[in-house]
């Protein structure tokens, strides 16, 4: 299969490399020309636990070099999808499918202003990395992905990609209805990432103190409130999940903690920001979400 990765960031990189190495064809696409130009030279260098590994890949920061592809996998910010929309579209054309692992809510709909519904994936994974310097990366915590199609007719596709996924060695599952796993994956997002990017913390060090735990708590349950409101099914305890989450990525720092290190633009608008959006329509209170996403817009203003 013909792989466009959208985004080659730290797990837009790391899930290049897992496919490369089953033997895929990948070419990672970037704005960041140091980081293209490592790849290129070096290959992408992976750390995990006390192992170093290096991946040899294709990279560029020009779409028009890659030519058409099976599978576009987007994974840019949330920022940037609206931006990378059309390029996806290119390079799928009238028959490729479009992946998006992204963070947050609204990425799938965005995707579909360019291309047809049921050319679109969609899903979360639990897989955790960190982008170290230009052409490394740390695998730092793994888990399952779960994908599923944006619409009912694109199954098929859907589970022959999660085929591919699992032959990678990147466990992976079908589902039909994945907004409600979007919606699982956010509850995570919002008691994780934006108290990590604050305090400057890896994810396994907010379960050290109670008074931090209890800010992740009540987030999660203002964001399961907004839910239940909207008749959003909420399986198992989203509470009990995101602290799972923490402790099996415990030496990563959050895709958003990573963006205030480097100071850029967080995906809070699509997180906490999202979560306050829905909770007023729906007149739920949600004063820890309006807090967290106040703060990191605050911090985002004075880089």
Request: net charge neutral; charged share 20%.
């Amino acid at each position: 299969m013909k792989i466009a990765m959208i985004g080659a960031g730290a797990m837009g990189s790391l899930f290049g490399a897992l496919l490369t190495e089953a033997g895929e064809s990948v070419t990672l696409l970037d704005i960041r020309k140091d980081h293209v130009d490592a790849i290129n030279a070096n290959g992408l260098s992976i750390e995990h636990g006390d192992r170093r590994r290096t991946v040899r890949m294709t990279a560029t920061t020009d779409p028009a070099r890659i030519g058409m592809v099976d599978l576009s996998f987007v994974f840019v910010k949330t920022t940037h999808t609206i931006d990378v929309a059309r390029t996806a579209a290119t390079l799928s054309g009238s028959a490729g499918r479009v992946l998006t692992l992204q963070n947050g809510m609204g990425n799938g709909d965005v995707l579909t202003e360019r291309i047809e519904p049921s050319r679109i994936i969609a899903g979360t994974t639990s897989h955790g990395a960190t982008f170290l310097r230009p052409g490394a990366v740390r695998h730092a915590g793994m888990g399952e992905t779960v994908i599923g199609p944006w619409s009912e007719s694109g199954i098929h596709g859907a589970e022959e990609t999660a085929a591919r996924f699992n032959r990678a060695g990147i466990t992976t599952r079908t589902v039909a209805d994945i907004r409600t796993i979007l919606w699982a994956k956010l509850f995570v997002n919002v008691g994780i990432n934006a108290i990590t990017a604050l305090t400057r913390i890896n994810n396994g060090q907010l379960l050290d103190l109670e008074q931090t735990r209890r800010i992740s708590r009540e987030a999660v349950e203002e964001a399961m409130a907004v839910a239940h409101a909207m008749g959003i099914t909420i399986h198992e305890d989203p509470v009990e999940k995101m602290f799972q989450a923490a402790t099996a990525t415990a030496p990563n720092r959050s895709s958003m903690g990573q963006d205030v290190d480097y100071q850029r633009l967080t995906e809070i608008h699509a997180i906490n920001g999202f979560i306050v959006r829905m909770a007023q329509q729906a007149g739920v209170s949600v004063p820890v979400n309006r807090t967290l996403t106040a703060l990191i817009e605050t911090l985002e203003a004075h880089y």
